[in-house]
Nanobody
Framework: VQLVESGGNSVQPGGSLTLSCVNS????????MGWFRQAPGKEREGVAV????????YYADSVKGRFTISQDNARNTVYQQMNSLKFEDTATYYC???????????????????WGQGTQVTVS
């Protein structure tokens, strides 16, 4: 399994970006895929998660209503549409895959055993 992110860029506040994550394996490796982010000097933060077997999604409060996670099973790809970007969204964004056992653990980094290399998003 290899997760490869793309789509990071520099954007002005209020702008939009779409991140993509391609799984180079044959199928989605886990029940959940999602996005985490880490800004300099801060801990990793769970952003959004999607169940690969269905449409259930889960978001951090900080991005609800602005970010949308989706998947394309045929392309083994997960997307994150980010609208109304703010300065505080600046971070390296990581694609993840794993099998969290409970809803309250969906945004915990230790629940995910596959991580991409990250793509940089800068809002300035």
């Amino acid at each position: 399994v290899q997760l490869v992110e793309s789509g990071g860029n520099s954007v002005q506040p209020g702008g939009s970006l779409t991140l993509s994550c391609v799984n180079s394996g044959d199928t989605f490796p886990s029940h959940c895929m999602g996005w985490f982010r880490q800004a300099p000097g801060k801990e990793r933060e769970g952003v959004a998660v999607i169940y690969t077997g269905g449409e259930y999604t889960y978001y951090a409060d900080s991005v609800k209503g602005r970010f949308t996670i989706s998947q394309d099973n045929a392309r083994n790809t997960v997307y994150q549409q980010m609208n109304s970007l703010k300065f505080e969204d600046t971070a390296t964004y990581y694609c993840v895959a794993g099998d969290p056992e409970q809803t309250w653990t969906l945004l915990l980094p230790d629940e995910y055993n596959y991580w991409g290399q990250g793509t940089q998003v800068t809002v300035s």
